[in-house]
């Protein structure tokens, strides 16, 4: 039986991005993407030696970028 009471918020699950997915959410260019992993500009990791992006963090990311001006 399932304890999950219908009353109650599900946590949500961080949402986990490929560089394509990021680049879209984003509204950048896949090849920006990859220029900004190379130059060590944007967060991500590699999981089993592929980039992964996660939404909560790229959106701090975006928004402090924003704010520099």
Same mark, same amino acid.
């Given at each position: $039986?399932?304890?999950?009471?219908?009353? !109650?918020? /599900?946590?949500?699950?961080t949402?986990? $991005?490929?560089?394509?997915?990021?680049a879209?959410?984003?509204?950048?260019?896949?090849?920006?993407?990859? /220029?900004?992993?190379? %130059?060590h500009?944007?967060?991500?990791? %590699?999981?089993?030696? !592929? +980039? /992964?992006?996660?939404?909560?963090?790229?959106?701090? +990311?975006?928004?402090?970028? $924003?704010?520099?001006?």
């Amino acid at each position: $039986m399932d304890n999950i009471q219908p009353d !109650q918020p /599900r946590r949500e699950r961080t949402q986990i $991005m490929t560089p394509k997915e990021a680049a879209k959410y984003l509204g950048f260019h896949l090849v920006t993407i990859y /220029r900004l992993l190379k %130059k060590h500009e944007i967060p991500a990791t %590699k999981i089993g030696g !592929q +980039w /992964r992006f996660k939404k909560d963090v790229l959106d701090a +990311w975006l928004l402090n970028r $924003m704010n520099r001006g």
